[in-house]
């Protein structure tokens, strides 16, 4: 089954600051990846997804994430965070092929300060 | 509009209660699941329903029961609900079709919490 590790339970940036968030995945052939935030009290809203092709994805919210083969990573980023940046953010790889369920990281808290 | 809609939002009750939660979609997907979400946030998919049919059932007690009356509805019924039932559960849903895995659109989800 395919699996995603999320290293940084907590992080904390300046407003303005860049942030990179973690996601490291298992699995043989190349996968489709997803980031997904959750906010406070709030489901989740997907930003970005990786199947194939470039591997610097662009998603909402001024998000990017960057798909690197050699290093099993699939690292979410953004140059400039805004204090409602603050949340939850989980990367998600199907559960195995032809299953259409995620499997989940567990996820990064971003705290953003003033 | 709502996408994908859950009630109740908050669900307080007592160990051995039975109760209901209920999920409805209009965006015309095919696909519906139930995640459950622990209090350290960890999210793990319970059940998936594909034209009302169960296609994912993940070693979840039996006292959990979903129910798909059609496409766009799936509720989860859960029966003597126990401490360890106390949970957020979302409902998603997404329009399954070719290989590629598409967006799955997540409900506001229900808090449960069994005293």
């Known amino acids: 089954a395919q699996s995603v590790t999320q290293p940084d339970i907590h992080i904390t940036v300046s407003e303005g600051a860049s942030l990179e968030l973690r996601c490291n995945y298992s699995?043989?052939?190349?996968?489709?990846l997803f980031w997904y935030v959750q906010s406070p009290g709030q489901g989740l809203q997907l930003l970005l997804k990786?199947?194939?092709?470039?591997?610097l994805v662009q998603g909402i919210k001024g998000f990017e994430a960057e798909f690197k083969r050699s290093q099993s990573s699939f690292n979410l980023r953004k140059p400039s965070v805004h204090w409602s940046d603050a949340a939850e953010y989980f990367c998600?790889?199907?559960?195995?092929?032809?299953?259409?369920?995620?499997?989940f990281g567990s996820g990064t808290r971003l705290q953003v300060q003033p | 509009d709502t996408a994908v809609s859950q009630t109740p939002k908050y669900l307080v009750t007592q160990m051995g209660n039975d109760k209901s939660i209920k999920c409805e979609q209009n965006?015309?997907?095919?696909?519906m699941y139930w995640y459950k979400q622990d209090s350290k946030k960890f999210l793990k998919i319970m059940f998936s329903?594909?034209?009302?049919?169960?296609?994912i059932n993940e070693t979840v007690p039996n006292r959990f029961s979903p129910k798909s009356p059609d496409k766009a509805h799936l509720n989860l019924h859960i029966n003597s609900l126990e401490l360890g039932d106390s949970a957020v559960y979302f409902c998603?849903?997404?329009?399954?079709?070719?290989?590629?895995?598409?967006?799955?659109?997540f409900g506001p989800g229900t808090r449960l919490t069994v005293l």
């Open positions: 998600a790889v199907p559960m195995d092929t032809g299953r259409r369920a995620l499997t």
């Open positions: 998603a849903s997404s329009q399954q079709g070719g290989l590629r895995p598409n967006e799955q659109f």
């Open positions: 965006l015309g997907h095919d696909t």
């Open positions: 699995y043989g052939a190349t996968p489709y």
């Open positions: 329903y594909n034209n009302k049919e169960l296609i």
């Open positions: 990786y199947f194939s092709g470039d591997t």
